[in-house]
Nanobody
C-alpha cells in the first residue's frame, strides 16, 4: 500500500504564504501524476492543481497566479507554494498520486493537512 505524507499546513493571516509538501513512499509501480485537492467545511472536495511526471501543470482558476505546483521526481515529492492567501483558501488540503501498475492506474491519497487563513 503506497503512502503519502503531507506537511506544511498551518494558520496564517491573509496575504501571507505557506508551502505544502507531499512525499510518496517508494513503490515498485511507476509514479505518474501528482496533485492537490482541498475541502472546506460543508463543501465538496475541489481540484486545486496537478502536475504530470513530465511537468505539465493544470490549476484551478481560483488559484492561478497565487499558487504554484512543482515536483521533485528524485524525491517523489510534490509541492504547493501558496502565496497571497485568502480566507476562502481555508480548507483541508489533500495530495494524491497516480501509480501505473502495468495494467491500470491506481490513485492514493494523503491524510490531509489543514490550512487556515484569517482575515
Amino acid at each position: 500500500q503506497e503512502q503519502l505524507v503531507e506537511s506544511g499546513g498551518g494558520l496564517v493571516q491573509a496575504g501571507e504564504s505557506l508551502r505544502l509538501s507531499c512525499a510518496a513512499s517508494e513503490s515498485t509501480f511507476r509514479l505518474n501524476g501528482m496533485g492537490w485537492y482541498r475541502q472546506a467545511p460543508g463543501k465538496q472536495r475541489e481540484f486545486v492543481a496537478s502536475i504530470s511526471r513530465s511537468g505539465n501543470i493544470k490549476s484551478a482558476d481560483s488559484v492561478k497566479g497565487r499558487f504554484t505546483i512543482s515536483r521533485d521526481n528524485a524525491k517523489r515529492t510534490v509541492y504547493l507554494q501558496m502565496d497571497v492567501l485568502r480566507p476562502e483558501d481555508t480548507a483541508a488540503y489533500y495530495c494524491y498520486a497516480e501509480y501505473w501498475t502495468g495494467a491500470a492506474i491506481s490513485v492514493f491519497w494523503g491524510q490531509g493537512t489543514q490550512v487556515t487563513v484569517s482575515s
